[in-house]
């Protein structure tokens, strides 16, 4: 008995998390990419492993997410995190004001906290700014974003999963009924045309998603916002520094191998294709990011960048926004068969996205296949480039 199929758009975080479960749960897996593996969103993100501390107050369901797959993530891809920690520091009265409510925030989430004094807060981190007032510990942490990638397809493609990159979706394949049933795609190393078919197609595309899933006449709330981030020559810090207070521009510093980086702005564009780093942009980073770390200011830029959130929003914009995730069944949505969508969420919550959309599929298509990713531990990033695909 042959395999259900199903085909993958998107080769970012959800897709190669969403292949990993599918090809678990024995599908026949096939992703297409248009570039290399996390080479959009994901391959730009910060790295920040979200305690949720950061929407405890706001956006406590994304707050849970966080908390709980950061746990998950430790377990079965530590290779890929540093557990190193994080940090919420008070500078000014606006920052001390918030401590009530970040305080039962996270113990509603069940976020671990320690409260420190400013000395305590020093002794930890030296280069932290000498006027912090007050600090909190969360479990955050840092990971490598191509690595953490890697990983789940390396792990898909052991199962038999295939990754086609450099393969660009040109079409949804409609057939007389008006549902989806396969991607007509150009295989950019070979400059060929062709047409895949499959039992049902995921669209996990980031901040794309609206842009493929209108290919069928279907409709996703999607607000795509892109943010620039710094990074920094120095390693100044070993945890990730917030600021204790709202989400903001520039309000994170963390670690990244010998470097920094500060992060982010958010701001909204018409062409996905292209966001410039604006310059003011940068310039906010720096300044905000100094507050936190005043260090940064005698410290060289080694580049700026920026990544696009796909947030979920109706009327909602930017900040205002929540951070979880929604999968999207479009049968159910628009009346069209045979296509899924899944966009929103962080990097950290990518295992649970998958999840979710690994469940949509096999109730979709009579399968009776539970998840299993949550105990199994990931391969190696450097075994995806050690298989024959």
């Known amino acids: 008995m042959s395999k259900p199929k199903v085909i993958i758009i998107g080769a970012g975080f959800t897709g190669v998390a969403t292949a990993h479960d599918l090809a678990l ?5 096939v992703v297409v990419e248009r570039g290399e593996i996390a080479s959009g969103t994901s391959g730009r993100t910060h790295g920040v492993l979200h305690s949720g501390g950061r929407y405890a107050v706001s956006d406590q369901e994304s707050a849970v997410e966080c908390i709980d797959e950061n746990m998950i993530l430790r377990k079965i891809v530590p290779q890929v995190i540093e557990p190193n920690g994080g940090l919420f520091i008070a500078i000014d009265e606006s920052d001390l004001a918030y401590a009530e409510e970040f305080i039962e925030g996270c113990n509603a989430c069940h976020i671990p906290i320690q409260e420190l004094t400013a000395r305590q807060a020093l ?7 000498p006027k912090v007032l007050a600090a909190f510990t969360v479990p955050d942490g840092t990971f490598d974003p191509l690595r953490l990638a890697l990983s789940f397809a390396a792990s898909a493609r052991k199962n038999g ?3 086609r990159t450099y393969t660009e979706m040109e079409q949804l394949i409609i057939d007389g009924q008006g549902n989806v ?15 895949i078919y499959a039992d049902l197609v995921v669209n996990a595309t980031g901040a794309w998603v609206g842009e493929i899933a209108s290919h069928a006449g279907a409709h996703v709330p999607i607000k795509p916002t892109p943010g620039v981030m ?23 510093v963390l670690p990244q191998r010998r470097m920094m980086v500060v992060g982010t702005t958010s701001f909204e564009v018409t062409d996905l294709d292209y966001v410039p780093v604006v310059e003011d942009q940068v310039k906010i980073m720096l300044e905000r990011g100094e507050e936190l770390v ?24 930017g900040r205002s926004i929540a951070r979880t995730f929604k999968c999207f069944d479009h049968k159910e949505t628009d009346n069209i ?41 990931l391969l190696s990033y450097r075994d995806y480039y050690l298989q024959n695909n």
Request: hydrophobic share 35%; charged share 25%; glycine share 12%.
């Open 25 to 29: 749960r024995g599908f026949d897996v």
């Open 123 to 129: 002794e930890m981190e030296p280069n932290l700014n």
């Open 337 to 377: 068969d045979g296509l899924v969508t899944i966009t929103g969420g962080k990097a950290t919550t990518l295992r649970a996205m998958a999840e979710k959309t690994a469940d949509v599929v096999c109730q979709k298509m009579g399968v009776q296949a539970v998840c299993t990713t949550k105990e199994v531990p």
């Open 181 to 195: 049933t396969g991607v007509k795609v150009w295989d950019r190393t070979t400059d060929t045309h062709e047409e």
């Open 294 to 317: 005043p260090g940064i200011r005698k410290t060289n830029v080694r580049g700026a960048y920026m990544a696009t959130r796909p947030l979920i929003g109706g009327g909602s914009t």
């Open 161 to 163: 999963a295939r990754f």
């Open 230 to 252: 710094v990074a920094f020559d120095q390693r100044l810090v070993q945890r990730v520094i917030n600021r204790l207070n709202k989400p903001g521009d520039g309000d994170i």
